[in-house]
């Protein structure tokens, strides 16, 4: 039982490449979310998907999109990457909302 | 709109000290409350949820509790031992359904 996983674990990117992180579980949770965690900021929600075929808005949504590929697969794609999104991305899931969430072990970016 | 504030930002205290992690929130309308650890370079750990109904939670020397009107709640950990030094975040869920975090404790206990 593997829980949530991320891929890639690491990734440095140049100012405006794309790449696409993927996350997965093995937990039948219907709710998953992304999230990034920033020196002194916290972690901050960036979208969610409360079941499978539903996406919405979190908290920083701006040069992100998503997709709930299926019930076990919720992937975060930078279209066009910047410096200010050089962070670490965590990945979670729950059974529902509200619940508790289960994480990652997150991916470190750094946009140059 | 929901903020969590955690004090102390850092700790540090000698192997065998009970201690107190504090965490306080601005809109006591929640449905829950999660402690969650975070060892360096790793993801989060949850500890331990209270529901917005129950006033404390315990699991082994931890124990969490919540006192909603007044928007605080505290991990009392016992015993504290090298194996507990992590970051530990306390983060709400509210009527947004989305969880709002606090900025950790970073706790270091040394032997």
């Known amino acids: 039982n593997a829980g949530v996983t991320q891929t890639p674990k690491f990734q440095v990117l140049k100012t405006g490449q794309s790449m696409t992180l993927q996350c997965a579980q093995d937990m039948n949770h219907n709710s998953m979310y992304w999230y990034r965690q920033d020196p002194g900021m916290g972690l901050r929600l960036i979208y969610y998907s409360a079941s499978e075929g539903t996406t919405d808005k979190g908290e920083v949504p701006n040069g992100y999109n998503v997709s709930r590929l299926n019930k076990r697969e919720f992937s975060l794609r930078l279209e066009s990457a910047a410096p200010s999104q050089t962070s670490v991305y965590f990945c979670?899931?729950?059974?529902?909302?509200?619940?508790?969430?289960?994480f990652g072990p997150g991916t470190r970016l750094t946009v140059l | 709109k929901q903020e969590v504030t955690q004090i102390p930002a850092a700790l540090s205290v000698p192997e065998g000290e009970n201690l107190v992690l504090n965490c306080s929130f601005t809109?006591?309308?929640?449905?829950?409350l999660q402690w969650f650890r975070q060892d360096p370079g790793k993801g989060l750990t949850s500890l331990l949820l209270?529901?917005?109904?129950?006033r404390e939670q315990t699991s082994g020397r931890l124990n969490a509790s919540l006192d909603k009107s007044s928007g605080r709640s505290t991990l009392y950990i016992a015993a504290s031992q090298p194996g507990d030094s992590a970051t530990y975040l306390c983060a709400v869920l509210g009527g947004s359904e989305k969880l709002v975090f606090g900025k950790g404790t970073k706790l270091t206990v040394n032997p």
């Open positions: 209270i529901q917005s109904s129950q």
């Open positions: 979670a899931s729950s059974e529902y909302q509200p619940d508790t969430q289960y």
């Open positions: 809109d006591s309308a929640i449905y829950n």
